[in-house]
């Protein structure tokens, strides 16, 4: 095997070594860019729950208790424009990716929204009644209580997952730092030992070269070196 040749050889290993290593680094960028996506969305999703749809319960709440005192329907029209915005998470949440803890108690809050939106639609039409105003909105005070509580434990099981996630991606940063470095060491390891060979391939035919030029010039013509490398 010619010089050029194994310094070919060698060059073609380093390469290697270095796509190797450039497509483990970027297969652990892209996982921590999605890891972070889903924290985010988690993040978002529990922020959505623990306060944008609880303020829109304590609205309708609010809303329904003057309603039924002032017979305002500017009142009415409040509550109905937070139950639309509730309705409206709620179907998106309902199309999201959930974790199991979430996507079980979801069911409930779904059930219990159907509750509150049946007892609004009866408050609705019956608002030219004050009697049976008066009875609707005394049952939708008691819907919107319990579907504050069950909003509240749908965002708790949403704060777990996001915990639960949290502990995932630090578990993965620790084991991608330790695959870092062993794959550093392992570079470097690999390219040293590499060059100690490639060394020693060229060094030995020019140590032969050098010893058969010895012989020449003291006059030993009938010394012979090999050919190879």
């Known amino acids: 095997m010619t010089v050029g040749t194994r310094l070919r050889g060698a ?16 297969r652990t960028i892209r996982h921590a860019v999605e890891s972070g996506r889903e924290l985010t969305t988690t993040s978002t999703r529990l922020r959505v729950l623990s306060t ?4 829109r319960i304590g609205q309708m709440t609010s809303d329904a208790q003057k309603y039924v005192v002032t017979r305002d329907r500017g009142y009415l029209r409040k509550f109905l424009q937070s139950a639309d915005g509730y309705e409206a998470e709620l179907r998106r949440l309902d199309s999201a990716t959930l974790s199991r803890g979430e996507r079980e ?28 105003g008066t009875e609707s909105v005394t049952g939708l ?13 749908l965002a708790s099981a949403t704060q777990d997952a996001l915990l639960q996630e949290l502990d995932d991606a630090e578990r993965t940063a620790r084991a991608s730092e330790r695959m870092s470095w062993l794959a550093a060491a392992g570079a470097l390891i690999g390219s040293i030992v590499l060059s100690a060979l490639l060394i020693r391939s060229i060094v030995e035919p020019i140590q032969r070269l050098t010893d058969g030029t010895r012989e020449i010039s003291a ?4 010394y012979r070196l090999a050919a190879r490398g």
């Open 11 to 26: 060059f073609a290993l380093y390469i290697a070594l270095l796509t190797v290593l450039l497509w483990y680094h970027a």
């Open 52 to 55: 944008d749809q609880i303020v």
């Open 105 to 132: 108690l979801l069911m409930p809050v779904v059930t219990q929204w159907t509750v509150v939106h049946s007892l609004a639609s009866t408050m609705e039409s019956s608002r030219a009644a004050p009697a049976v």
């Open 141 to 153: 005070l008691g819907a919107l209580d319990d579907l504050r509580t069950s909003t509240r434990t």
């Open 219 to 222: 006059g030993r013509f009938d």
